[in-house]
């Protein structure tokens, strides 16, 4: 869709950008200035693959104060953005023949990483009527002792949901029933709204010890383009995701690191405010999309997209989508780009301005009306 809307773009079109999943802010000047010194005092060799020591301290610290769960800095492993962090533990775990559970719709990357690992993919679709939430009667019917993994995304990419307390305790009975382990994708952990909190799986009883967290320094400290995250895991966990670093990637750029340290002890007041205004953006996109007929947006609770159910149209998602780019000039992206439960819906991210959403929805309506 991306390259699709920047060759209309090179026609002369005008295209508003709603299907990129990144903030729409600069990195922080805090976090920009820590990095810079760090190439200035020259950081810029090799370092441990899994990360420089003042970064696992930090992360262990911010990460385990966050959700009131003791980390050590022992149990951190950093990578180059969050992905490692997904990739990596599921090579780790899964076995041929392994079933892996995930979202659907959910991040594409569940599904193929699934398949790079050798293991069966088994979706369990997200129920709109619960905000999104897992199905848990299909979850139920899903797992087995054949699972050996549970992928969770909360809050979600790309429905913006939240799993509940309540959720999390079902799904964590089933995993420490079947012992099975489960990769909790965090990665939206900071961007939510009205105060509903993301709760972490690992917190739950039994769960550290067959947990690992997946998050990172895009989202919140508008850091993509440095790629930075890391996984939070049990020891002997890290150190074979250690190894495979040391082996693919070899190290985590170490400038990029300081940088990262400066974001978790810097001042957070720059994030709270951006996660302010998307939630002003939100409020504004929803209630737009909500005004037009036949659309119908639940509000997210976290992250940073929105995701229409479209299906009273009665045309396909990709359709949709390629409609709207082409008729009113807005990239969206289509709810198949996320699986097969995807279907008559879009994703739209709000990280972008207001004046933008605003043009977007009226462009969207009067589109719509014409079909």
């Known amino acids: 869709m991306l390259d699709r809307a920047r060759a209309l773009e090179a026609e002369g079109r005008e295209i508003i950008h709603l299907e990129i999943g990144q903030p729409d802010v600069s990195t922080f000047e805090n976090v920009t200035q820590a990095g810079l010194r760090a190439i200035q005092e020259d950081h810029t060799r090799y370092n441990p693959p899994a990360g420089v020591p003042a970064l696992r301290e930090a992360i262990a610290e911010d990460a385990g104060r966050r959700r009131g769960i003791e980390v050590r800095p022992s149990q951190v492993v950093v990578g180059p953005g969050a992905k490692p962090a997904l990739f990596f533990p599921t090579l780790a775990l899964v076995r041929p023949g392994d079933e ?7 991040f594409p990357t569940y599904a193929a990483m699934i398949g790079v690992a050798g293991g069966v993919p088994v979706p369990v679709p997200l129920c709109e009527e619960e ?13 087995s002792d054949r699972t050996r993994l549970i992928i969770l995304n909360s809050p979600s990419n790309p429905t913006g949901g939240v799993l509940s307390t309540t959720a999390l305790e079902h799904i964590a009975a089933a995993a420490r029933r079947r012992d099975a382990w489960v990769l909790s994708d ?4 900071r961007l939510v709204f009205d105060g509903v909190p993301a709760p972490s799986v690992a917190v739950l009883p039994g769960m550290r010890e067959r947990t690992v967290i997946c998050d990172g320094f895009s989202k919140t400290y508008a850091m993509t383009g440095w790629r930075l995250g890391f996984g939070i895991m049990p020891e002997p966990l890290a150190e074979r995701v250690s190894l495979l670093l040391t082996h693919s990637i070899g190290c985590t750029a170490t400038f990029t690191q300081y940088a990262g340290v400066e974001a978790l002890t810097g001042p957070q007041e720059q994030a709270e405010v951006v996660v302010a205004e998307y939630q002003r953006r939100r409020d504004a996109l929803v209630a737009g999309l909500n005004e037009i007929p036949g659309v119908q947006c639940r509000t997210p609770q976290g992250a940073f997209y929105a995701f229409p159910n479209i299906s ?3 045309r396909a998602s990709d359709w949709l989508a390629d409609y709207l ?8 992206l289509p709810g198949t780009a996320f699986g097969a439960e995807g279907e008559g819906y879009l994703r739209l991210c709000f990280a972008n301005s207001m004046e933008n959403l ?3 929805i009226e462009r969207i309506a009067a589109a719509l009306v014409l079909e």
Do not use: M, N, W
């Not at 965090?186 to 952990?189: F, G, H, K, S």
């Open 100 to 106: 892996v559970i995930y979202p659907d719709p959910g």
């Open 131 to 143: 905000d999104f939430s897992f199905d848990l009667e299909a979850f139920d019917r899903s797992v």
């Open 186 to 189: 965090e990665i939206y952990t």
């Open 312 to 314: 009273a149209f009665g």
């Open 325 to 332: 780019l082409e008729k009113a000039g807005v990239a969206v």
């Open 358 to 360: 605003q043009a977007a």
